[in-house]
Nanobody, 124 residues
Framework: QVQLVESGGGLVQAGGSLRLSCAASGRTFRTYAMGWFRQAPGKEREFVTAISWSGGSTSYADSVKGRFTISRDNAKNTVYLQMNSLKPEDTAVYYC?????????????????WGQGTQVTVSS
C-alpha cells in the first residue's frame, strides 16, 4: 500500500512558478514509478509527467516540455513537480500517482495509487 499526499498548489500569475510535492507513505515507495496528472473543470484527467523508480528516466507531455521538471528523493519518499513559465491553461487540480509499469504510457490505468490532488490556478 502507498498513500500519497500532494501539497504546494496555489494561485500564481502567468509566467510565475510553483513547486508541487507529493509525500508517500510506505516502505515500497522506491519501487514505484511516479507520475503527475492534472484535471481541469469539464475535462478528462491528463498525463503531465512521469519518473522511473530510480529517477533515471522521465517523460513529459508536449504541453509542458521545457517548463516543468519532475524529480524524486527516495530517501524522503517524495516526488516533486517544478513548474515554471506557468500559463492560464495550466490551471487544474494536480494529482500524483504511483505505478509499476508507467513509463511509455500516459494512461491513468497504469497507476495503482492516487493522491487527493492540489489546486493550481494561474491568472492571466
Amino acid at each position: 500500500q502507498v498513500q500519497l499526499v500532494e501539497s504546494g498548489g496555489g494561485l500564481v500569475q502567468a509566467g510565475g512558478s510553483l513547486r508541487l510535492s507529493c509525500a508517500a507513505s510506505g516502505r515500497t515507495f522506491r519501487t514505484y514509478a511516479m507520475g503527475w496528472f492534472r484535471q481541469a473543470p469539464g475535462k478528462e484527467r491528463e498525463f503531465v509527467t512521469a519518473i522511473s523508480w530510480s529517477g533515471g528516466s522521465t517523460s513529459y507531455a508536449d504541453s509542458v516540455k521545457g517548463r516543468f521538471t519532475i524529480s524524486r528523493d527516495n530517501a524522503k519518499n517524495t516526488v516533486y513537480l517544478q513548474m515554471n513559465s506557468l500559463k492560464p491553461e495550466d490551471t487544474a487540480v494536480y494529482y500524483c500517482a504511483a505505478g509499476k509499469a508507467v513509463l511509455g504510457t500516459a494512461s491513468v490505468y497504469a497507476y495503482d495509487y492516487w493522491g487527493q490532488g492540489t489546486q493550481v490556478t494561474v491568472s492571466s
